[in-house]
């Protein structure tokens, strides 16, 4: 049973990424995905989540307008596009079963919520 986020790696700004997050050993269907980031000395933030099927979206400010978020239940992935990458963007992103803040009303997030994590992909975004 696990999450495995994939598609780091090395932007110029103002440049682009596709991140993914393969689910097995469960239904992917039925569950909220958020896609979280941690900076070097910063705390893990959310900066997207979808909801199981027809339910809202969200995202955090800070990438509102560039980072857009999908998912694919018959291929059990879910993928974050992030455009427009800033330096500021440089994290390790995660996937998990689950929404936070600092994305504004993240409780509306459809879906089973639990603390299934993948492991991360290293974003780096310098010139």
């Known amino acids: 049973v696990q999450l495995q986020a994939s598609g780091g790696g090395l932007a110029q700004p103002g440049g682009s990424l596709r991140l993914s997050c393969a689910a097995s050993?469960?239904?992917?269907?039925?569950?909220?995905i958020g896609w979280f980031r941690q900076a070097p000395g910063k705390e893990r933030e959310a900066v997207s989540c979808?909801?199981?099927?027809?339910?809202?979206?969200l995202y955090a400010d800070s990438v509102k307008g560039r980072f857009t978020i999908s998912r694919d239940n018959v291929k059990s992935m879910v993928y974050l596009q992030m455009n427009s990458l800033k330096p500021e963007d440089t994290a390790v992103y995660y996937c998990?079963?689950?929404?936070?803040?600092?994305?504004?009303?993240?409780?509306?997030?459809?879906?089973?919520?639990?603390?299934?994590w993948g492991q991360g992909t290293l974003v780096t975004v310098s010139s």
């Open positions: 050993g469960f239904t992917l269907d039925y569950y909220a």
């Open positions: 998990a079963t689950k929404c936070g803040p600092p994305i504004s009303n993240y409780q509306i997030i459809r879906g089973r919520w639990s603390d299934r």
């Open positions: 979808i909801s199981n099927s027809d339910g809202p979206t």
